[in-house]
């Protein structure tokens, strides 16, 4: 199962990719401009900077909604470092891109996914990630677990090697159960995966021991 980090912070992606447990990084406009990148130039920029901390794949999204505008973003994007992979939203023009760019070989991500019809398509174009977002689902009333569970058979039915990448993780619990259900990736925030971490009783443990050692020294 790969980790990727779900963030343009490059302090959280140095310190995850330090543990040793990293292998890739996602990112989009949103998460861009919380850390105040904006503007093309500087955006671009900060692509290169993360490929710069990371081995593996990093998810560089495409503003264009027409499949020319994707096609040109992403083959500049592309362009920029081979860990680059281009994130593509579901919608009509999208899956074309995501076509087209599968045939030229350009890696993808197809983002925003809510169901799984969605993600069967994204496969069928050729997609090498699809992103079911399960944080957002759940913020709806909606199992974004469930929804794991349908990609993950549908697409095992017809050997598909797009890989499911579970995001908009909210918690640990989100990243032990999609690797209990065969989610390929998560991506999540830093707390979340450190989350993995915790136990007290480690905590207790760990105290109890090293008194146990002083104790005779
Ligand atoms: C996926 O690649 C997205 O960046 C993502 O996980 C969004 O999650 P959110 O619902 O926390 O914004």
Redesign the pocket.
Same mark, same amino acid.
């Given at each position: 199962m790969k980790f990727f980090i779900?963030t343009a912070n490059l302090s959280q992606i140095r310190e995850a990719q330090d543990l040793g447990v990293l292998d890739g990084v /996602?990112t989009?406009p949103?998460?861009m401009a919380k850390e105040g990148i904006t503007g093309n130039g500087n955006i671009i920029k900060h692509y290169k900077d993360i490929c710069e901390i990371v081995n593996g794949d990093v $998810?560089a999204e495409v503003i264009s909604v027409d499949f020319e505008g994707m096609k040109r973003e992403g083959e500049m994007l592309a362009k920029l470092n081979p860990q680059i992979v281009v994130k593509v939203p579901m919608i009509e023009e999208g899956v074309k891109a995501l076509k087209y760019f599968s045939d030229v070989g350009i890696k993808t991500n197809c /983002?925003l996914v809510f169901s799984s019809g969605q993600a069967l398509i994204a496969a069928k174009a050729g997609a090498n990630y699809v $992103?079911p977002?399960i944080?957002?689902l759940d913020d709806n009333s909606t199992d974004g677990l469930e929804l794991i569970k349908e990609i993950r058979q549908i697409y095992d039915n017809f050997a598909f090697k797009t890989e499911i990448l579970a995001?908009?993780?909210r918690h640990t619990m989100h990243i032990v159960n999609c690797a209990k259900i065969g989610a390929d990736v998560i991506?999540g925030p830093l707390s979340s995966i450190k989350g993995l971490l915790n136990h007290p009783l480690t905590d207790i443990g760990l105290k109890k021991f090293l008194e146990d050692y002083k104790k005779g020294n």
């Open positions: 779900d /996602t989009n949103s998460l $998810s /983002t $992103s977002f944080g957002r995001a908009s993780i991506t």
